[in-house]
């Protein structure tokens, strides 16, 4: 079975990512991209649905860190014999999808054992498997229909029963380099190449790249880690930013709210998009303006609010009936069907986001204005309907007070372009929609009697979306009504001093069972805070949610604070993203105190 979801780490080559567990499994890939079937789905079921393990034989202990401020992972085993070292990577910056590990002795001896199980198509898929010679080089070839994967290493471990196995003694000193790599079955590689090269090249790449990251930040490290797996989830050749590398990890185990995260939202890629800027990374904002202009290319009335990472439009949903779960948490999916839904406030996430690259760019690029006007032409039309919401609700659609304050946002940034960068467009009747939105708002989306905003227009309950309210600039952070609103969300969403996103039991999603803590919410609540003038619960809030992530510094979607586990997809870019937006609200206000 696979193990808890926060003894995982992430590797990558910024096309696609691996899960690598603490026993030296790596029990998830998907190849060549994110969204791409998997060979190794041990993940979401055992063994048999493939996966790549290397381990000492008997009793060990296991540590691990990222080397450096690199994706470059390295697990140290310890027994009672000696002491080895496993670095697992994927080289970047070549177009080519490569895992490489590298064994490495540091004392004694440590006798290993190593599993290579390749299983096509979500691990329903046995390849043929066979021994060849590429470049001079003895190799193993797994080919299943369009995917060919090709084993190399000193050692070719020995088949039995579809699976390769291996087992040997490593001594101080000794160094065993093993790589994985795809290619399409079609074109069969001349040269597999130099690995030491790649190796180096990829850390050395990553470290250039977080010496630019501001360090001006409590836990800065923290920080760094989070920008460092965002990039990691950026597409390098079409800028689509993933959600999550994973499908099904569950909000609850043994339930069945298990979604495929594996696509491109455009409201998290706007999100991601904002920190990056912040951080004062600027390249990754062209790479993902020029993306958004062609994944949202022609009418926008057939915008979608998420799309795969080349940008392509058809996610749809099925259930893997095969695969039985990450501790039988059914059904499996892939695809997501939320992609046909309402969301109204993607287009405000898109217009803040795109305002934030001409304020840090100092430039209105033509071919991004004229989508964002033809986006605008759309909303005006429709934002007076109801939705489905940030949560992408499978219930009944509302009137979200958090999809409404979002078309706010969206015309006051449309007016801000034409009032400060001068651009063009019907700014009189964006004012007007502007204000009419606001009022709105104010009234129908706020409870008088608790003093408080609502989840939406009909309903007295609260949502924890309602905490950017004052981040977006609709009201003040230290509102009397946006005072209301955290101490509502404090009384109804908090469980163990972490914040849920809405009371399940209201039936408001249409979905069966309950959900943890939503660690993206509980970092909201620390920009809340910050906003409203409590810097020092925000500071303590951020601090402990902070000492949260895993060992190496990453977080899944939800926290379970009863029983200290990680629940939901893993990492979650959403996470990541506002943990760093929480530490740039916390340096704000340190400043203005």
Same mark, same amino acid.
């Given at each position: ?19 690598? &567990? ?27 649905? &493939?996966?790549?393990? @290397?381990? *000492? ?8 860190? +990222? ?34 590990? =590298? ?42 229909? *369009? ?36 290619? *399409?079955?079609?074109? =069969? *590689? ?64 043994? &339930? ?50 998420? +799309? ?7 996610? #749809? ?8 779960? +990450? ?19 993607? @287009? ?40 489905? &919401? ?53 009234? =129908? ?100 949610? #902070? ?47």
């Amino acid at each position: 079975m696979a193990l808890r979801i926060e003894d995982y780490a992430l590797i990558g080559d910024r096309r696609t990512a691996a899960l690598v &567990g603490s026993n030296g499994s790596i029990d998830w890939l998907c190849l060549p991209r994110f969204d791409s079937p998997a060979c190794m789905a041990a993940l979401l079921g055992t063994e048999e649905h &493939g996966h790549w393990q @290397i381990e *000492p034989e008997g009793d060990y202990e296991s540590s691990r860190r +990222y080397l450096s401020s690199s994706s470059v992972l390295e697990t140290t085993f310890r027994t009672e014999t000696g002491m080895v070292t496993l670095t697992d990577l994927m080289p970047t910056g070549d177009g080519r999808a490569d895992l490489v590990r =590298r064994i490495r002795g540091v004392e004694g001896t440590v006798r290993l054992c190593l599993q290579w199980r390749v299983r096509m198509e979500y691990g329903e898929v046995t390849p043929w498997v066979r021994r060849e010679e590429i470049g001079g080089e003895q190799v193993i070839t797994a080919v299943a229909g *369009p995917d060919l994967l090709v084993l190399r290493g000193p050692r070719m471990p020995e088949a039995r029963d579809h699976t390769h196995n291996d087992e040997f003694d490593v001594e101080a000193g000794e160094e065993l380099t093993y790589s994985m790599t795809w290619v *399409p079955s079609h074109r =069969r *590689p001349d040269d597999l190449g130099d690995l030491d090269d790649r190796i180096r090249q990829t850390i050395d790449k990553d470290e250039d790249w977080a010496q630019l990251c501001r360090t001006d930040l409590r836990h800065p490290e923290a920080v760094k880690r989070s920008l460092l797996t965002l990039r990691l989830m950026t597409h390098a050749a079409t800028g689509g930013i993933v959600a999550a590398p994973t499908t099904s990890l569950p909000e609850t185990f043994g &339930g069945s709210r298990n979604w495929d995260y594996r696509y491109c939202w455009l409201r998290d890629a706007a999100l991601t998009l904002g920190s990056l800027l912040e951080a004062g990374y600027t390249d990754e904002a062209m790479l993902w303006r020029d993306w958004l202009l062609r994944a949202v290319a022609g009418d926008p009335h057939d915008l979608q609010v998420m +799309y795969a990472v080349d940008g392509s439009r058809r996610l #749809v949903e099925r259930e893997l009936e095969h695969l039985p779960g +990450y501790e039988d948490s059914r059904p499996v999916r892939v695809g997501n069907g939320a992609v046909d839904q309402l969301q109204h406030d993607v @287009i405000g996430e898109v217009m803040d986001a795109l305002e934030k690259v001409r304020e840090v760019m100092d430039e209105a690029d033509g071919n991004a204005w004229e989508l964002q006007k033809a986006l605008l032409s759309s909303l005006a039309e429709n934002w007076d309907e109801p939705d489905c &919401g940030i949560w992408e609700m499978r219930g009944d659609l509302q009137h979200f007070t958090h999809s409404k304050a979002l078309v706010w946002v969206a015309f006051d940034r449309a007016v801000r372009a034409v009032e400060k960068h001068g651009l063009d467009g019907p700014v009189e009747e964006w004012r007007r929609l502007r204000d009419e939105v606001r009022e709105q708002v104010l009234t =129908r989306g706020y409870d008088e009697e608790r003093g408080t905003f609502t989840q939406h227009y009909d309903t007295k309950e609260v949502d924890a979306s309602l905490l950017v309210l004052a981040s977006f600039g609709l009201v003040a952070g230290d509102d009397p009504r946006m005072l209301g609103t955290i101490r509502a969300i404090e009384e109804d969403l908090l469980r163990d001093g972490l914040v849920l996103r809405y009371r399940t039991h209201t039936g408001v999603d249409g979905l069966e069972g309950d959900e943890h803590p939503f660690l993206a919410c509980s970092f909201w609540l620390v920009e809340a805070y910050a906003e409203a003038g409590r810097v020092e619960d925000a500071t303590a809030l951020y601090d402990r949610l #902070v000492g949260l992530a895993n060992d190496v510094g990453l977080y899944a979607e939800e926290y379970d604070p009863g029983t200290g586990r990680m629940v939901g997809n893993f990492p979650q870019a959403f996470s990541h993203l506002t943990l760093t937006q929480a530490a740039f609200a916390l340096a704000r206000h340190a400043a203005d105190t």
